[in-house]
């Protein structure tokens, strides 16, 4: 089944403690992103990969770093968590940057406290 | 700077009646729109889109509507269904500096009631 997984779905954390969001494909697709929603402002881009080794910052990159060192992953990582980063996270992918019909995962709720 | 604008966080409309769901845009670089459906605890999942060289795109109940010189954009969907209550994102893409990024308004939760 085509799908984007994210692991974990929730996560308490305390501010300051690092952590990383896992986000895998397995559609083969190029591109992939992170979008955090919060209510009220709709989604944000994050990051996007356009393809391997190859990423760009999107509307809200502080506090958070990615890495695309294979096609399939696309973690994000918090290095030092804060309580403005508690949101809900989704990772995407699509088959380009010029395909914009992009397929998301289930979301990752995080909680800085 | 929103560049793209959902100003009617909600909506509520009868079973079987048209649902408009209305979306504007600032950035004249943007020339490939999509509308995303979203229900609580999934991720959004895509609906339809319309590439700015057309100005409607069908797709069974739901069609999409682009008034470029106006930078406006609206879904229809005929005829409602309890079904699509949701929320509704509308989002935008293109070329140059916009290539690679997806813009996304805030959402219209949609209500379709029997």
């Known amino acids: 089944e085509a799908q984007v997984t994210q692991n974990p779905r929730y996560l308490i954390t305390v501010t300051g403690k690092k952590l990383t969001v896992t986000c895998s494909q397995n559609?083969?697709?190029?591109?992939m992103s992170w979008y955090r929603q919060d209510p009220g402002l709709g989604l944000r881009q994050i990051y996007y990969s356009m393809n391997v080794e190859v990423t760009d910052k999107g509307d809200v990159p502080e506090g958070y770093k990615v890495s695309r060192k294979e096609k399939r992953n696309f973690p994000l990582i918090l290095e030092s968590p804060s309580p403005n980063q508690t949101s809900l996270y989704f990772c995407?992918?699509?088959?380009?940057?010029?395909?914009?019909?992009?397929?998301f995962g289930p979301g990752t709720r995080l909680t800085v406290t | 700077d929103q560049q793209v604008k959902q100003n009617s966080p909600s909506l509520s409309v009868q079973e079987g009646r048209i649902s408009i769901l209305n979306c504007d845009y600032t950035n004249s670089m943007f020339d490939y729109f999509l509308w995303y459906k979203k229900y609580p605890a999934e991720g959004p999942t895509f609906l339809i889109s319309i590439s700015s060289i057309k100005d409607k795109n069908e797709d069974g109940r739901f069609t999409v509507f682009l008034n470029k010189s106006a930078k406006h954009l609206s879904l229809h969907i005929v005829p409602s269904q309890p079904g699509d209550s949701a929320v509704y994102f509308c989002?935008?893409?293109?070329?140059?500096?916009?290539?690679?990024?997806?813009?996304f308004g805030r959402g219209t939760q949609l209500t379709v009631w029997p």
């Open positions: 995407a992918s699509s088959s380009s940057g010029f395909s914009y019909e992009q397929y």
């Open positions: 989002a935008a893409s293109g070329r140059g500096s916009t290539l690679g990024r997806l813009y």
């Open positions: 559609m083969n697709h190029e591109y």
